[in-house]
């Protein structure tokens, strides 16, 4: 379906030329000289896209975008503007509009600007379904068990999703810890932001400081450029620490403090940066013993564990497997298209 752009500008060589393009790069154009009429229009049919004269007879551009954001404010608006008005167009983006384009112009310039937002606006929409799909994923209806156990852990995710305190996530190997945590962000007010995941145990002990909290350029051997660490790429977003208890114990202090305090320093700079990130941390070994022999940091502990999550393995809810088996059954019966009735008691 074409986008739909409403072009608003009294100077009829303008507007009309604006509209012979638009039309050849296939939108669905309507124009208007009159910004009344144009006014009118916004009231009556929503638009994927204005693009207004600034200076106008009795109704101008700035009135038109002040409509515009009244009435459908998803609506992006392109300003026009002679060189004398630029300081109207900018304080046009102040509010709300998009961008602006001064006169003389071409038409490429005006090409690459609404090329340049409809992609971007696209993006948008593909990453808002996307996550809208993945928070469907990990939703509690699509977990599996009836054991006491599993209850627990049921109750234990829904405390974790509508807060925003640290969680830390305890578990045998292959019991679902990074599904859980996954869980755990998709479902919380941070849903929309970055969530970012690392192995503590996969990033060699010389690497792992500069890959959590970056580093300046110069900042030891190999650093030729400044290198954004997680804790800053996660910014509002949620960063899963998985194998926290193999972080090297000189780095836990400096954990510790983001954990607190919301800041760190990079490698080689004194300079503090703020960081807002929510940290989901799991771990399959004893902690308890990890903190008596000194490899766990007790303060760390206590706070990454606000929020303790237990995952219990399988041979701790045997009643629950015919329930998994009927359940994936049934999923990959609908995905390949098969008839299944059920599993035989021999199964």
Known sequence: MAKRILIVDDEPLIGTSLQEALRRWKFDVTLFHDGKEAIKQIEREPYDMVLTDVRMPKISGMDILDKV??????????????????????AA????????????????????????????RDLEQENRTLKQALQGKYSLDNFVGENEKIKELFESLEIAFESDASVLIQSENGTGKELI???IHYNSVRKAKPFIKI??????ENLI??????????AFTGAVSTHKGVFEEAHKGTLLLDEVTEMPVHLQAKLLRVVQEGEFTRVGSAQTIRTDVRIVATTN?????????????????????????????L?????????????????????????????TPEV
């Open 69 to 90: 954001l009244e009435t459908t404010p998803e609506t992006a608006v392109i300003m026009i503007t002679a060189f004398g008005t630029i300081d109207h167009a900018v």
């Open 199 to 204: 192995n503590c145990a996969s990033i060699p």
């Open 285 to 313: 070994c004893d902690l308890q013993k990890a903190i008596e022999d000194g490899r766990f940091r007790q303060d760390l502990y206590f706070r990454l564990a606000v929020i303790s999550v237990d995952i219990p393995p």
């Open 315 to 343: 041979r701790d809810r045997k009643d629950d497997i015919p329930l998994l088996c009927d359940h994936f059954v049934r999923k990959y019966a609908a995905k390949y298209g098969r008839k299944i009735s059920g599993v």
């Open 181 to 183: 945590a996954s869980a």
């Open 93 to 120: 983006m102040k509010k709300g509009a998009y961008d602006y384009i001064t006169k003389p112009f071409s038409l490429d310039e005006i090409k690459i600007c609404m090329e340049r937002y409809f992609r971007s």
């Open 209 to 218: 400081e500069s890959y959590l909290f970056g580093h300046e350029k110069g």
